[in-house]
């Protein structure tokens, strides 16, 4: 008869382990979660050289495979990019007329006094450990100045906020996760709602007036009521309102502006808003180098 | 030694996991190495081998995840420990019977993260259980058993000792 090498000491040695175990998560959630907090910062240093070889070997895969096998097709596509050279050549001169103008319009405009914010870059290196979070890891942690609840961007729009951080790296909630949630204002129409994910991995806007017209199109940017984010960071566009009968609110589903699945660089927002002369230098700095020829 | 290359083990696929693995994505699901690695090890290791490397690689996941710092701990932890219990409670583990286990643990593992994952209404439940728990369950289950199809007669070698041996 065949029987398992195990003894019965090593099985009660289990039995009472997994039970202290359950038994301090229920009975002191608090105070495990602080111990596993800080069992966490060494173990996430020790876990970050593997997880650099890990990444290194994903972008090697991805660049080969971006630089031979995704390239059939290529000479249709140069041809395409030919015909739009021609095009955005045109545009280029009217544009340049444009540029006269807005440097006027700016001269106008107040603009020393708007903020900007500080921001850290980082680099995307993994994605969440689990299936049932949509979250991203990053390669920048406290030792780079990354906290919890800090906003996570891309020029072209949010992408999420920081949940957890370690000395060496952090991991960011992306805004399509149901547990997210982002002041938000509809850009034509001024009126202000929470950004939540929802189950199927894109965005909704709850909790809009009924009153209020927006529509399919209209853009969704950052309100900056909460304090990761500053006002007018593009969330994304409604693509579809709904009313219910009897309902106190509307609420709309948002295309997000940042593409989720190609993350690679992002911007961590440390200080939303900075000082006011600093932003200035910046248009300073802009202004030199639009004079130089 | 042995729980030192089970930590060099976690080392290994919590890493893979979070960043080689979105290459064998199926409906926007990954399999889950770790609830896999705890699970074979307490199948042929014993619960406390099982344990202990679940709450390694539950440690090193709930790292690198959004979700509380428990919920893979319990979860790989638990996972461990029953495929120890089964594992103990079975004369001879095949391809079919481990698959079995398989399903069964991580649907629990499932089960417990949709909990987690505090849904408002049953359509929720639903969309959770239909595009994620169906397929996460499915593709553990295969990917252990082709693991073990793969090393079955080392394991087994490992595992079965005539009583005599001992």
């Known amino acids: 008869m065949a029987i398992s090498r195990s003894t019965y000491g090593s099985r009660r040695l289990a039995i009472v382990l997994f039970a202290l175990l359950l038994a301090g998560l229920f009975l002191f959630p608090s105070q495990s979660q602080g111990l596993l907090q800080y069992i966490g910062g060494p173990l996430g240093q020790i876990l970050s050289l593997p997880l650099a070889a890990f990444s290194s070997l994903d972008h090697g895969i991805s660049e080969t495979w971006d630089g031979y096998v995704a390239l059939q097709g290529v000479r249709e596509e140069n041809r395409q990019l030919r015909r739009d050279i021609e095009l955005l050549k045109g545009q280029n001169n009217q544009l340049w007329d444009s540029v006269a103008a807005t440097q006027r319009y700016e001269n106008l405009l107040n603009f020393k006094q708007q903020s900007s914010s500080r921001t850290v870059s980082a680099q995307v290196i993994g994605r969440d450990a689990t299936n049932w979070y949509r979250g991203v890891i990053l390669n920048k942690g406290e030792s780079d100045g990354v906290r919890s609840e800090m906003g996570v961007v891309t020029p072209a729009g949010v992408v999420g906020r920081i949940v957890k951080a370690n000395s060496t790296s952090s991991v960011v909630l992306l805004v399509t996760d149901p547990n997210n949630a982002i002041a938000g204002l509809v850009q034509r129409t001024r009126d202000e709602g929470i950004v939540e994910g929802t189950s199927h991995g894109r965005a909704r806007l709850k909790y809009i007036p009924l009153l209020s017209r927006v529509q399919p199109g209209d853009r969704v940017v950052t309100s900056g009521l909460t304090g990761a984010f500053p006002r007018g960071l593009a969330i994304g566009g409604l693509t579809q309102v709904e009313k219910s009968e009897g309902d106190l609110f509307q609420s709309a589903e948002i295309e997000p502006e940042v593409d989720l699945s190609k993350l690679d660089e992002v911007l961590v927002i440390t200080a939303p808003y900075e000082e006011a002369d600093a932003a200035q230098k910046l248009l300073q700095e802009i202004h030199g180098d639009r004079k130089k020829p | ?166």
């Open chain 2, 1 to 166: 030694m042995k729980f030192l290359l089970y930590a060099l083990l976690a080392l290994m696929v919590v890493p893979l996991q979070t960043t080689l693995l979105h290459y064998v994505i199926i409906l926007g699901v990954r399999p889950d190495l770790g609830l896999i690695a705890a699970c074979l090890v307490g199948f042929f290791g014993g619960e406390l081998d099982g344990l202990i490397l679940g709450l390694i690689l539950g440690c090193f996941q709930d790292i690198l995840s959004a979700g509380d710092l428990w919920i893979n701990v319990v979860t790989k932890g638990g996972a461990g420990f029953l495929a120890g219990l089964a594992g103990r409670h079975m004369a001879h583990i095949t391809p079919a019977v481990l698959t079995i286990g398989l399903v069964i643990i991580s649907s629990l593992s499932s089960g417990v993260f949709l909990y987690a994952m505090n849904p408002a209404t049953v359509d929720e439940i639903w969309v959770g259980v239909r595009s994620t728990v169906l397929v996460q369950v499915g593709f553990d289950a295969a990917i252990g058993a082709a693991l073990y199809a793969m090393f079955r007669r080392r394991w087994s070698d490992d595992r079965m000792v005539t009583e005599g041996a001992l």
